[in-house]
C-alpha cells in the first residue's frame, strides 16, 4: 500500500493524513511501510501543488521517518531542496493532473534530472506513449501514468502500449543520441566513391 495525501490543501492536513495512513499500513501488517506519496494541492481548478507547503510537510514527515514522494511543480531549486531535506524521490509534473498535455517543461525536467542524487519521477500530465518516451529520454527514473491509461478506450491496451514506450525511452536515454547539429552531416562514407 502507498499513502498519499491527495486532497490535502495544506501541510498540516498533509502530515496528518500521513501518519494515518503509516498507521492504517500498520494494521494491514505492513509495519515497515513508511512511504507517503505527499501531495499538497490547495488549487481545485488546476490541481498544481503548492511548493512552500510540500516543502513544509516534507521537511517534518522525513523527521518522522517517513520515505517522503513528492509531487511538485517542475521547480529545479525546490525539487534539490526537497532532496536535501532528506525525500526519496522528487516527482515533477509533466503537465497539470489529467490534462493530457504531455511533457510541457522538458527544460527545467531536464535540470532536475541532471542535478538529482534521488530518482525522479515524471507525475501527471502524460497522455501518449510517445510522451511516456520522451519523458523517460529526458533521463526520468520512472513515470507515474494514470488518467491515460484509465481514461483510454481501451485501458488494457494502452497500458501496454505504455509499458513498451517506457522501455523504450528508458533504453534511448542510455543508448545515448547523436548530438543535435544545425547542418547536415552525409551517414554514408565518402571513400571508394566514384567521382566525374
Given amino acids: 500500500m502507498l499513502p498519499n495525501t491527495a486532497g490535502c490543501k495544506d501541510a498540516e492536513e498533509a502530515i496528518r493524513v500521513a501518519r494515518l495512513g503509516r498507521e492504517m499500513a500498520k494494521l494491514l501488517g505492513q509495519e515497515d511501510n513508511n512511504f507517503v ?33 513528492p509531487y511538485i511543480n517542475a521547480d529545479p531549486l525546490l525539487a534539490k531542496r526537497l532532496e536535501e531535506v532528506g525525500c526519496a524521490t522528487v516527482m515533477p509534473l509533466g503537465s497539470p493532473i489529467g490534462s493530457g498535455q504531455g511533457i510541457r517543461n522538458a527544460a527545467n525536467i531536464q535540470i532536475i534530472i541532471e542535478n538529482a542524487q534521488v530518482p525522479v519521477v515524471v507525475d501527471a500530465g502524460i497522455g501518449t506513449p510517445s510522451e511516456a518516451a520522451y519523458a523517460m529520454e529526458l533521463g526520468a527514473d520512472a513515470l507515474l501514468v494514470n488518467s491515460a491509461i484509465a481514461l483510454a478506450q481501451d485501458p488494457v491496451a494502452m497500458g501496454m502500449a505504455m509499458g513498451m514506450a517506457t522501455k523504450a525511452g528508458r533504453l534511448a536515454y542510455q543508448a545515448g543520441r547523436i548530438p543535435v547539429k544545425a547542418y547536415a552531416s552525409a551517414s554514408s562514407p565518402t571513400t571508394g566513391t566514384i567521382s566525374s
Fill in 37 to 69: 506519496k505527499l501531495e499538497v494541492i490547495p488549487d481545485a481548478q488546476y490541481l498544481l501543488p503548492d511548493p512552500i507547503d510540500t516543502l513544509k510537510a516534507a521537511e517534518q514527515l522525513v523527521k518522522e521517518g517517513f520515505a517522503v514522494l
